[in-house]
Nanobody, 128 residues
Framework: QVLLVESGGGLVQAGGSLRLSCAGS????????MGWFRQAPGKEREFVAC????????YYADSVKGRFTISRDNAKNTVYLQMNSLRPEDTAVYYC?????????????????????WGQGTQVTVSS
């Protein structure tokens, strides 16, 4: 069982930055691949970024590539999403998710239904 708690959301002007954090519980946090997803009002949940269990592999949605960076600190059981050059269309509730992964795997996951655990979400609002 993994409990995920997101933080760091808020209101920011277009062009600004935010860093989201996702703190995970459990001794086995480092064996989980992690992902960030978002859902805007009236829209379906969409993939944002993901990272392998070791942090060695990452993958981004085209809409955030070059602006967002996912990273993890397994010693702190935390995964981060650094968001720069924010745009109004980035406004959404952001969720982190965990996927049990094989030891040593560099695999990343982009489909939401592949993930085993989800956080409660944190609101990000970008004003124009």
């Amino acid at each position: 069982q993994v409990l995920l708690v997101e933080s760091g959301g808020g209101l920011v002007q277009a062009g600004g930055s935010l860093r989201l954090s996702c703190a995970g519980s459990g001794r086995t946090f480092s064996t989980y691949a992690m992902g960030w997803f978002r859902q805007a009002p009236g829209k379906e949940r969409e993939f944002v970024a993901c990272v392998s269990w070791s942090g060695g592999s990452t993958y981004y949605a085209d809409s955030v590539k070059g602006r967002f960076t996912i990273s993890r600190d397994n010693a702190k059981n935390t995964v981060y999403l650094q968001m720069n050059s924010l745009r109004p269309e980035d406004t959404a509730v952001y969720y982190c998710a965990a996927k049990a992964s094989l030891f040593g795997s560099s695999r990343v996951y982009v489909q939401g239904n592949e993930y085993d655990y989800w956080g409660q979400g944190t609101q990000v609002t970008v004003s124009s």
